[in-house]
């Protein structure tokens, strides 16, 4: 089951999504595109988060396609060097939004970032090999 989304500007907890520049199923947001994708049999961690506006944005592209708010994965992830977070488009790590005590690297094990846990919008660490939605992101100019 893939489900696609398109990610328009936003502002603010309010923000509509649309579609500006972006080619069809994508959203825009800070010159780039966004989408969501829904499937139970992979992974995939790649959008980025550089405001709290696109925090918003990504967690409203989510609950548009799953109005439980489910736990889905972004593209932050620690697994070249526990503590060193990195964005997997390499951009810097500006804006973080951790929910209470997290990361907290339970276990020994927990490398990757969602949004959405337990139940809010904030970030929790999580083993990397679970299987949640996820959301992507593209710049305009590169997509497919």
């Known amino acids: 089951l893939i489900l696609y989304l398109a990610v328009g500007v936003l502002s603010g907890q309010d923000g509509k999504l649309f579609q500006g520049s972006c080619s069809m199923g994508w959203y825009s947001s800070n010159g780039r595109c966004f989408k969501y994708i829904a499937m139970l049999s992979q992974k995939a961690t790649q959008a980025s988060v550089h405001y709290l506006d696109e925090h918003y944005i990504i967690n409203n592209l989510i609950k548009s396609y799953d109005p439980a ?30 929910n209470g005590e997290q990361p907290d690297n339970d276990q020994d094990t927990e490398d990757c970032v969602l949004t959405n846990w337990p139940g809010g919008m904030q970030w929790n660490d999580l083993t990397c090999s679970n299987l949640f939605a996820f959301v992507c992101e593209v710049c305009p100019t590169g997509m497919f």
Request: net charge negative; hydrophobic share 30%.
């Open 69 to 98: 708010e489910s736990p889905t994965w972004m593209g932050l992830s620690d697994t070249h060097k526990e503590g060193r977070w990195m964005w997997s488009d390499g951009s810097q790590v500006d804006f973080t939004h951790w």
